[in-house]
C-alpha cells in the first residue's frame, strides 16, 4: 500500500518553469514505478510522465518531451516533476500515481495508487 501526496502546484505565466513534488508513504518505496498524470478541464486524465524503480528508465507523453522531467529519490521517497517551458495547454490538475504491476505504464488502469492531485494553471 502507498500513500501519496503531491505539492507545487501553482499559477505561472507561459514560457515559466515548476517543479511538482509527491512524497510516498509506503514500505518499500523502490517496489514502485511512479508516475505522473494530468487532467485538464473537461478532458479525460492522461500519462505525462513515468520513471522506473531506480530511476534509469524513465517515458514521456509526447506533448511534454523535452520540457517535462522525471525524477525520483528512493532515499527520501520522492518523485519529481521538473516544467519547463510552460503553455496554457499544460493547465491541468496534475496527479502522482504508483504502481507495482506495470513495469512501463502509460494508462490509468496500469496504476495502483493515486494522490489526490495538485493545480498547475498556465496563463498566457
Known amino acids: 500500500q502507498a500513500q501519496l501526496g503531491e505539492s507545487g502546484g501553482g499559477l505561472v505565466q507561459a514560457d515559466d518553469s515548476l517543479t511538482l513534488s509527491c512524497i510516498a508513504r509506503?514500505?518499500?518505496?523502490?517496489?514502485?514505478?511512479m508516475a505522473w498524470f494530468r487532467q485538464a478541464p473537461g478532458k479525460d486524465r492522461e500519462f505525462v510522465a513515468s520513471?522506473?524503480?531506480?530511476?534509469?528508465?524513465?517515458n514521456y507523453a509526447d506533448s511534454v518531451k523535452g520540457r517535462f522531467t522525471i525524477s525520483r529519490d528512493n532515499a527520501k521517497s520522492t518523485v519529481s516533476l521538473q516544467m519547463n517551458a510552460l503553455k496554457p495547454e499544460d493547465t491541468a490538475v496534475y496527479y502522482c500515481?504508483?504502481?507495482?504491476?506495470?513495469?512501463?505504464?502509460?494508462?490509468?488502469?496500469?496504476?495502483?495508487?493515486w494522490g489526490k492531485g495538485t493545480l498547475v494553471t498556465v496563463s498566457s
Open positions: 520513471i522506473g524503480r531506480l530511476g534509469r528508465t524513465t
Open positions: 500515481a504508483a504502481t507495482g504491476r506495470v513495469e512501463q505504464p502509460h494508462t490509468e488502469i496500469d496504476m495502483d495508487w
Open positions: 509506503a514500505r518499500i518505496f523502490t517496489y514502485y514505478v
